[in-house]
T-cell receptor
Framework: DTAVSQTPKYLVTQMGNDKSIKCEQN?????MYWYKQDSKKFLKIMFS???????INETVPNRFSPKSPDKAHLNLHINSLELGDSAVYFC????????????FGSGTRLTVV | EDQVTQSPEALRLQEGESSSLNCSYT??????LFWYRQDPGKGPEFLFT???AGEEKEKERLKATLTKKESFLHITAPKPEDSATYLC??????????FGGGTRLMVKP
């Protein structure tokens, strides 16, 4: 059983389009995250979300929005895609506090052309 | 601003040649220092969490240590299957992980 699953694994789209990436976790964790890994392999936090609070990294453009239909899902919506949005996006989850480690999905490689 | 820096960026070792990876951090309200392993095309895989200076944790050929400013990942007698990118991350008081840029380890047989 995959603990944190993301779909799609690859996404190629044109500039200006709107797209979504889905994430589901079956670990019973209460907090989920979205990370962006750029071409230099740096992982940067975009959002942290539990049923109480959404924390947004202030550097993330408001074209990006997380949506959580329930505790096990955190989807990422991106409007008006730009070339610079091309990257690998990782979903992750943890128990509150994260002290036992974050579990990451296998990533979605987004290419904007 | 929280900052995590890893060195070296890349490390080539012969099989059996022990070495250490460095992670220096500046984080407000550290709630844990994490080590992850990332293989190409995959998400980071959790290895260790360290909470306080002086703490050590081991797993097979890997041992992680923590001081007030740095963490080290010691690799003893590495094998080719240890080749991967090793990521260090610090968890702050706001429960947000800040990652370093990683060390790409290549172990040749």
């Amino acid at each position: 059983d995959t603990a944190v699953s993301q779909t799609p694994k690859y996404l190629v789209t044109q500039m200006g389009n709107d797209k979504s990436i889905k994430c589901e976790q079956n670990l019973g964790h209460d907090t989920m995250y979205w990370y962006k890994q750029d071409s230099k392999k740096f992982l940067k936090i975009m959002f942290s979300y539990n049923n109480k609070e959404l924390i947004i990294n202030e550097t993330v453009p408001n074209r990006f929005s997380p949506k959580s239909p329930d505790k096990a899902h955190l989807n990422l919506h991106i409007n008006s895609l730009e070339l610079g949005d091309s990257a690998v996006y990782f979903c992750a989850s943890s128990q509150e506090g994260g002290g036992y480690g974050y579990t990451f999905g296998s990533g979605t490689r987004l290419t904007v052309v | 601003e929280d900052q995590v820096t890893q060195s070296p960026e890349a490390l080539r070792l012969q099989e059996g040649e022990s070495s250490s990876l460095n992670c220096s951090y500046t984080v407000s309200g550290l709630r844990g220092l994490f080590w992850y392993r990332q293989d190409p095309g995959k998400g980071p895989e959790f290895l260790f969490t360290l909470y306080s200076a002086g703490e050590e944790k081991e797993k097979e050929r890997l041992k992680a240590t923590l001081t007030k400013k740095e963490s080290f990942l010691h690799i003893t007698a590495p094998k080719p299957e240890d080749s991967a990118t090793y990521l260090c991350a610090a968890n702050n008081a706001g429960n947000m992980l800040t990652f370093g840029g990683g060390t790409r380890l290549m172990v040749k047989p």
